[in-house]
């Protein structure tokens, strides 16, 4: 089952518009990542967030990670069309094992010029 | 450095036929996985190596799903026969180990249609 939900599902915005998703998890993580995917693309790995950190940034992200409520939020700032994509949020879990990722069903992005 | 390589890029089959996917991961990564990402949702872990041994294959239906690593690096998905519900675009990651907090790096992608 999917460990992650992101939230909203779809999201259009305007250029130069900050965008933010949410995620929420259902069970205690070590660390939580997001991931981006361009149309007919793999998927890139943009942020990792470990569970004792609270807010982490990279360029124009800002990841904030909040334990208690089990959730996690994505800002992109002054967005741009490039930044049309789909975001994931994944968390790792541990398999048969192994450590695995788990990812939510997404939130689509479009960025309109 | 050179990516994930995967082909082909697409594919489209008839149901009850065959069909593989190839994977080079990234040089000297350890780990490597094979994902089903159905539209409109995340991706799901079919199976995952550590060299060329199976860790967790759990989630892979084996009656008609089979995944080799030979040697450790190149890896092949296949399945045979094809159902409808296999369309969806399969991804190859790899990462320099399996475990917590290691970095998946993603392959572009096999886009199947089964009709």
């Known amino acids: 089952s999917q460990q992650g939900e992101e939230d909203p599902q779809a999201l259009s915005i305007q250029e130069g518009e900050n965008a933010t998703m949410n995620c929420s998890y259902k069970?205690?993580?070590?660390?939580l990542q997001w991931y981006r995917q361009n149309s007919g693309r793999g998927l890139v790995h943009l942020i990792l967030i470990r569970s004792n950190e609270r807010e982490k940034h990279s360029g124009r992200l800002r990841v904030t990670l909040d334990t208690s409520k089990k959730s996690s939020s994505l800002l992109i700032t002054a967005s741009r069309a490039a930044d049309t994509a789909s975001y994931f949020c994944?968390?790792?879990?541990?398999?048969?094992?192994?450590?695995?990722?788990?990812f939510g069903k997404g939130t689509k992005l479009s960025v309109i010029p | 450095e050179a990516g994930v390589a995967q082909s082909p890029r697409y594919k489209i089959i008839e149901k009850r036929q065959s069909v593989a996917f190839w994977c080079n991961p990234i040089s000297g990564h350890a780990t490597l996985y094979w994902y089903q990402q159905i539209l409109g949702q995340g991706p799901k872990l079919l199976i995952q190596?550590?060299?060329?041994?199976?860790?967790?294959d759990s989630q892979l239906p084996k009656d008609r799903f089979s995944a080799e690593r030979l040697k450790g690096v190149d890896s092949t998905l296949k399945i045979q026969p094809a159902k409808l519900e296999d369309s969806a675009v399969y991804l190859c990651?790899?990462?320099?180990?399996?475990?917590?907090?290691?970095?998946?790096?993603f392959g572009p992608g096999t886009r199947l249609t089964v009709t």
């Open positions: 990651a790899s990462s320099l180990a399996g475990g917590l907090g290691y970095e998946q790096y």
């Open positions: 069970t205690s993580i070590n660390n």
């Open positions: 994944a968390s790792p879990y541990s398999g048969a094992g192994s450590y695995q990722l788990t």
């Open positions: 190596f550590q060299n060329n041994g199976v860790v967790d």
